[in-house]
């Protein structure tokens, strides 16, 4: 039996990861982050009340932020994907974002 399978175009394809975007807020609503693709921060917005932490603390929910927008944009364009070509795609195929630092675990 021969099957034939249909694939998106690659320009299509290539445009939907580059125009990709996920925007997460921080528990308390102080940081908001839109990441994009390949790790790429397209906007921070910090609000008032985030510069009552401490830098430690504002910089540990920056990071935070961070990668709860750059996770959810992982998790977005491998669902679009995967609906788009009809094979599972994980959302780690879409890397970037944010490594761990030595000796934080995941």
């Known amino acids: 039996m021969d099957q034939q399978r249909s694939f ?15 925007e997460a807020v921080s528990e308390a609503g102080m940081v908001r982050i839109v990441a994009g693709p390949g790790g790429q921060v397209k906007e921070i917005d ?8 401490s830098g430690v603390e ?9 990668r709860d927008a750059h996770g ?11 609906r788009a070509t ?10 970037g974002g944010l490594s761990p630092v030595t000796g934080e675990e995941r």
Do not use: C, H
């Open 58 to 66: 504002l910089g540990e929910v920056i990071v935070a932020t961070m």
């Open 8 to 22: 998106p175009d690659m320009g299509f394809m290539k445009n939907l990861v580059e125009q990709a975007e996920a």
């Open 72 to 82: 959810k944009l992982q998790r977005e364009l491998a669902e679009t994907v995967s």
């Open 46 to 53: 910090l609000r008032n009340n985030a510069f009552e932490l």
């Open 86 to 95: 009809g094979l599972k795609a994980k959302p780690e195929s879409f890397g």
